[in-house]
């Protein structure tokens, strides 16, 4: 469900629909895959998230990505 490239994170159409399973009202697709690079401090850099998509959801589904590339935990959604 999430591919490690780096400091980007890739997450697959099966982790959308599993993240959205958790988040009720995500305007996150399971259509597609999203993914998102942080630099070196954690900070978010850049996303392929269209604007349509973007809200709390997506947010959130960075910082469980920052918290599994930096911190090393997998986000509950994760099977």
Same mark, same amino acid.
């Given at each position: 469900?999430?591919?490690?490239?780096?400091?980007?994170?890739?997450? *697959?159409?099966?982790?959308?629909? %599993?993240?959205?399973? @958790? &988040?009720?009202? *995500? @305007? #996150?697709?399971?259509?597609?895959?999203? &993914?998102?690079?942080?630099?070196?401090? /954690?900070?978010?850099? +850049? @996303?392929?998230?269209?604007?349509?998509? +973007? /809200?709390? %959801?997506?947010?959130?589904?960075? +910082?469980?990505?920052? %918290?599994? #590339?930096? +911190?090393?935990?997998?986000? *509950?959604?994760?099977?």
């Amino acid at each position: 469900m999430l591919n490690t490239q780096g400091r980007k994170i890739i997450v *697959s159409r099966a982790g959308v629909a %599993a993240f959205n399973a @958790t &988040w009720p009202c *995500s @305007t #996150l697709r399971p259509t597609r895959a999203y &993914w998102f690079e942080f630099d070196a401090g /954690g900070d978010l850099i +850049d @996303t392929d998230c269209p604007e349509q998509d +973007d /809200g709390p %959801a997506a947010s959130a589904m960075a +910082d469980d990505c920052r %918290a599994y #590339l930096f +911190d090393g935990m997998p986000p *509950s959604w994760v099977a």
